[in-house]
Every structure is written in structure tokens, then in C-alpha cells.
């Protein structure tokens, strides 16, 4: 189930079910959206992205689903395996200016065997 | 093709002392951007390099600086260090001024303590 840690929120899973880690961002101007994965002791890796002029992005085992109405986003991640467990952060970008990303507080997920 | 490597690792240092932290961009990538990642939170951007000069700044005093070295390298400095400056310090090097998608690569990070 998902519960609120004391530091992150976090997300605890069978491996071979499928999760679904989500995302509230801030800024209704935000177009632009990544999912980071973090293992620790590592730098945050690339999982998947999508542009505010789609709604649903896959990848290998991941989607991304956009919800501009209400300013969410999630990520669905398949068959979840024990090398998935890391936490996993949303960037948002709005257009113009720098385009400097805002990183969400991120969620862990633990993946028992 | 290397990574991004930042040094040291791990680093402790007193309030009111000064830091100097580095990173070595990937090969073939002539930007570099630094964050701050506190403690179970989301890395907060510093500020960017792009071919020597800033390329945008976050929301950070301006006792965090950097330079950014013909090479590609960069240092990022924190004069006056404070408790709340104790964090995981992150390097992300790309092409072009990007600020992330793919291609954009993290290095592991210094873990800074101020005490």
C-alpha cells in the first residue's frame, strides 16, 4: 500500500505487480514533464518524458499519464522487479524564460521479492 | 565514453568555512548544472553552465557561485556555509544549455555536511 513516511512518501509492492507512482506539479504553465529515477547513492537517471500536448507516453515497461485538468501525473511502471526499487522524482518545465526544472518531493518505492 | 564524475564524495566542513566542489562533464558535453538535494526532498536547480558562462540561476543567495573551466569541468563554491547547506550536491552535464529529457546525465554527487 502507500503510506507517508517520515521523509518520503513510499510505495511497497509485490514484484511482478504493476505500480503506480503519482505526481501533483504546481504550474498550470508547466509543458514539459520528466520522470527521474534515483538508486541510492546515485545521481537521478532518465526514465521516461512527455509534453503537455499529449496525454499518455510509453516506454519500456513505463507510461506516463498526463492530466492537465488537474494537475497530475503519474507513472505506471510493469511487472515491477526488484532492480526497481529507487526513488522516483517528476520534474516540471514551463516554457520561456531559462527553462529551469521544479522537482518534485519524490516517492520510494520498495519492491519485495 | 565517462560519465559524470563530481569530487570529493563526501566532505565535512564548519559553518562560517568556505567549499569548493567539482565536476567533470561527460565527453562530448559543454554544459553543466549544479543542484542541491536536501535530505528525502527533490534536487532544487543552482545554476547552469553553458561554454563558460551562466545560463540561468535558481532561487540560491549569491554566496553560491561557480565557474565554468575551457574543458567543459566546472566548480561550484559556497562561501559563509550555513547548517542548512548540508545536502547532496549534484552535477548534470548536457549539450546546449539543456536542463534535462535524454541525454542529460547526473553524477553520483557530494554529500556535504556543515557542522
Known amino acids: 500500500g502507500e503510506s507517508v513516511g517520515l521523509h518520503l512518501p513510499t510505495l511497497s509492492v509485490q514484484e511482478g505487480d504493476n505500480s503506480i507512482i503519482n505526481c501533483a506539479y504546481s504550474?498550470?504553465?508547466?509543458?514539459?514533464f520528466i520522470w527521474y529515477k534515483q538508486e541510492s547513492g546515485k545521481g537521478p537517471q532518465f526514465i521516461i518524458d512527455?509534453?503537455?500536448?499529449?496525454d499518455k507516453r510509453q516506454g519500456q515497461r513505463v507510461t506516463v499519464l498526463l492530466n492537465k485538468t488537474v494537475k497530475h501525473l503519474s507513472l505506471q511502471i510493469a511487472a515491477t522487479q526488484p532492480g526497481d526499487s529507487a526513488v522516483y522524482f517528476c520534474?516540471?518545465?514551463?516554457?520561456?524564460?531559462?527553462?529551469?526544472?521544479?522537482f518534485g518531493r519524490g516517492t520510494s518505492l520498495i519492491v519485495h521479492p | 565514453e565517462t560519465g559524470v564524475t563530481q569530487s570529493p564524495t563526501h566532505l565535512i566542513k564548519t559553518r562560517g568555512q568556505q567549499v569548493t566542489l567539482r565536476c567533470s562533464s561527460q565527453?562530448?558535453?559543454?554544459?553543466v548544472s549544479w543542484y542541491q538535494q536536501a535530505l528525502g526532498q527533490g534536487p532544487q536547480f543552482i545554476f547552469q553552465?553553458?561554454?563558460?558562462?551562466?545560463?540561468g540561476r535558481g532561487n540560491f543567495p549569491p554566496r553560491f557561485s561557480g565557474l565554468q573551466f575551457p574543458n567543459y569541468s566546472s566548480e561550484l563554491n559556497v562561501n559563509a556555509l550555513e547548517l542548512d547547506d548540508s545536502a547532496l550536491y549534484l552535477c548534470?552535464?548536457?549539450?546546449?544549455?539543456?536542463?534535462?529529457?535524454?541525454?542529460?546525465?547526473f553524477g553520483s554527487g557530494t554529500r556535504l555536511t556543515v557542522v
Open positions: 512527455i509534453r503537455s500536448n499529449m
Open positions: 565527453s562530448g558535453h559543454n554544459t
Open positions: 504550474n498550470s504553465a508547466s509543458d514539459y
Open positions: 548534470a552535464s548536457s549539450l546546449d544549455g539543456r536542463t534535462g529529457g535524454y541525454g542529460y546525465t
Open positions: 553552465y553553458y561554454r563558460e558562462e551562466e545560463n
Open positions: 520534474a516540471e518545465y514551463k516554457s520561456g524564460g531559462s527553462y529551469i526544472p521544479t
